[in-house]
């Protein structure tokens, strides 16, 4: 008899056990967003937690530099850098994960939690330091 009645609770413990994973991870989803020391936390919490090692930086602002102006004379243009596209202000990223070197994450995993918690508008990008 105590055989029946605890393969008739096995069920209702598996979708007990199912609810409670889910309401854990729905409660951390909710105290989290897209602040930058909330996502720093959800990915450090995610992919880092032994050292915390995940950064977010504010995105580089660089202006364009022209080299070539119509009726202007030749001139000494000095040291030029050349940036990616991601580098300029208009065009550029909102902000920097840096992620250590040594870590090994699925990045796709963590571009998924990053679009999770970041605003619509914010565009980043993912580099290792």
């Given at each position: 008899?105590?055989?029946w009645?605890t ?14 994973t ?20 959800a990915?450090?919490f ?14 580089n ?17 000095g ?11 208009d ?11 040594g ?23 993912i580099?290792?330091?």
């Open positions: 008899m105590v055989a009645i393969s008739l609770c096995y069920p209702i413990e598996e979708l007990y056990d199912s609810w409670s889910n309401r854990t991870d729905n409660l951390f989803k909710l105290k989290h967003n897209g602040q930058i020391c909330y996502l720093r936390h990915l450090n995610e992919f880092d937690p032994k050292d915390n090692g995940i950064k977010i930086e504010e995105g602002q660089y202006k364009y530099q022209y080299i070539y102006l119509e009726n202007v004379q030749p001139r000494f243009l040291t030029i850098y050349l940036y990616q596209d991601s580098d300029y202000g065009t550029g990223v909102d902000f920097i994960v840096k992620v250590p070197k870590l090994i994450y699925d990045d796709y995993k963590m571009r998924k939690t990053i679009d999770f918690y970041k605003l619509a508008s914010k565009r980043y990008k580099e290792q330091y």
